[in-house]
Every structure is written in C-alpha cells, then in structure tokens.
C-alpha cells in the first residue's frame, strides 16, 4: 500500500537491535515503523525507540502493536509519535504528520522489532 502511494519502503525482518540502528544510522529515515507483537518485547522496543531518537532525532517514529497488546501501555511507556491500527489510516496519518512537519517525502524505512 505504501509503496503503492509512492513511497521508498526498506523493510527489514529478523534484524537485531544493533542491525536495525546500524540501518537507521545509514540511511537516517524520516519516518520508522516498528511492529510489536508480544508484551515481551516492550523493554526492547524502549530501548530501540531511544537508540533511533538518538541517531535521527527528528524522525517520525510510529508502533504497530499486535492485536491484544494494551495501547495506553505503549504510548505511555514508549517515545513514539503514532500507533499504527492498520495500513489504511497509518498511511494517512503519516501524510498529515509531514504536512505538518513541513518535511518532503524522501526516504522512508519501515523497519520489524525482532
């Protein structure tokens, strides 16, 4: 859908915490998209939201949880700027967001916690 839209999607699965900031660090996205499927992975989900803050701080980092995931939970625990609920009104609220940044759409990475 995204690249459908236009956009430039890397995507990156079963990539570890250092693979993932190593890419960030490259290619320095304006936006990062990160999946949550367990509870389990929040600690590491914090910890890759800080390590992407601190390489491009200006990016627009968003979370899609899995389905039973608790939301408020993530959104007060995690320094993200949306909560993706599915591909249709990410991609619109995304493109509200750079509207509003003023940013162009150049690079855009979504990128799979591990």
Do not use: Y
């Not at 859908?1 to 290619?27: K, P």
């Not at 998209?33 to 990016?59: E, M």
Request: net charge negative; proline share 4%; glycine share 8%.
């Amino acid at each position: 859908m995204f690249r459908d839209a236009g956009w430039e999607i890397d995507l990156l699965i079963g990539e570890d915490h250092d693979g993932l900031i190593d890419c960030i660090e490259v290619t320095r996205p304006q936006i990062i998209g990160l999946s949550l499927s367990t509870g389990r992975r929040l600690d590491d989900l914090v910890r890759l939201v800080v390590a992407a803050r601190i390489a491009v701080p200006h990016a627009i980092i968003g979370v899609a949880p899995g389905a039973t995931l608790d939301e408020d939970q993530i959104c007060s625990l995690v320094d993200i700027d949306l909560l993706f609920r599915d591909a249709g009104s990410a991609l619109n609220e995304l493109e509200q967001l750079i509207q509003l940044r003023g940013k162009p759409r150049r690079r855009h990475t979504s990128a799979l916690a591990p």
